[in-house]
């Protein structure tokens, strides 16, 4: 999703820009088709488990600028695959910082932090001074790529930059978040697809953000003169049944179909997550517009048009039909 929403930021400036993918059985690259972005960027194959494959990427692109969004992002998930997550999380940050020492010291790099970072540290807001004590193994993946950054910078003299950015959403966002699955559902129920809306911990507290608005924000720290980490929020937290109920309200649906099941609980979760910007906004003067509210209006608009327009037959590049029935899906409870 960023990485799409960031390209497309970056071709209205006049950049030339690459997007590595990773070779799959399934081509996976519905989110710059529906942006009409497919044949605006050039496409280099890379494999974040190997290092020979990021300095190959690197040579071919001969880039300025290098902004990693890649990771095994859901973080459900990863309490099921834990190495693997802390390898493509984590280890390839290093990979990739290592590999742009080798190639060009110069080359300015972004690295996509995570609020998933801080945890249960009990002292929300969040700034980029505040305790940081993740409770998964994406947290701690995401730690530990924040601090090989921090390390490559200070070493090596390298322009690399982390921002903090807590939850950030938009149509682009895939079906396994909790946003998009709630805004996917809101429309097929609305539309007599589906009966209800089925959730885990719907007291958990997120600062969500709009994401075209956030990476703003990143192209702004990538252009300062000194790299430094920044926090991206918009400083106001809402639960997770805030958010479906706001959702569920655009689309005129009673709240009776919001559903609770324990299989989609996390073993263990982070209560509260919300950040400062006060850094951001003083010196890169970016502040969000959007708040909880507007983004999970604009989503279901989204997908409420989607899934209209497949009714009628249309054809277009997007997801959520080819998704099984997530009620098959055998997963760790808590």
Not at 79 to 92: K, V, Y
Not at 209 to 222: K, L, Q, R, S
Not at 286 to 310: H, S, T
């Amino acid at each position: 999703m960023d990485g799409t929403y960031l390209a497309q930021l970056l071709l209205s400036k006049n950049y030339k820009v690459f997007g590595t993918f990773r070779r799959a059985s399934t081509p996976n690259f519905w989110r710059i088709m529906s942006l009409g972005l497919e044949d605006k960027i050039s496409l280099v194959p890379m494999d974040l488990t190997d290092s020979n494959s990021i300095i190959n990427a690197l040579r071919i692109s001969q880039p300025t600028e290098v902004y990693n969004m890649a990771a095994s992002s859901y973080v459900a998930d990863s309490f099921e695959c834990p190495l693997a997550n802390l390898d493509i999380t984590g280890s390839a940050v290093m990979r990739l910082l290592d590999a742009i020492h080798t190639i060009d010291p110069h080359i300015k790099f972004y690295q996509s932090s995570s609020s998933e970072m801080y945890g249960n540290n009990g002292a929300p807001p969040m700034n980029e001074e505040s305790p940081m004590n993740p409770i998964s193994p994406y947290g701690v993946a995401k730690l530990s790529a924040h601090h090989i950054v921090n390390m490559y910078r200070k070493a090596y003299s390298i322009h690399a930059v982390s921002g903090i950015c807590f939850n950030h959403e938009a149509p682009l966002r895939g079906l396994d978040f909790v946003t998009r699955k709630i805004s996917n559902a809101v429309a097929k129920i609305k539309l007599g697809l589906c009966d209800n809306l089925t959730l885990g911990n719907l007291d958990a507290i997120r600062d969500w953000g709009w994401a075209p608005e956030y990476v703003n924000g990143i192209y702004f720290m990538m252009q300062q003169d000194e790299p430094d980490d920044y926090v991206l929020a918009t400083n106001y937290g809402a639960s997770v049944r805030e958010f479906a109920i706001e959702a569920m309200s655009r689309a005129g649906i009673d709240e009776k179909v919001l559903k609770q099941d324990k299989r989609y609980r996390r073993p263990i979760d982070i209560d509260k997550l919300t950040g400062d910007y006060t850094k951001a906004y003083s010196v890169l003067d970016w502040e969000p517009e959007y708040n909880y509210f507007d983004v999970a209006k604009m989503m279901v608009d989204a997908d409420l048009q989607r899934w209209k327009d497949w009714q009628d037959g249309k054809m277009f590049p997007w997801d959520a039909y080819l998704y099984p029935n997530e009620a098959k899906v055998l997963r760790r409870c808590k």
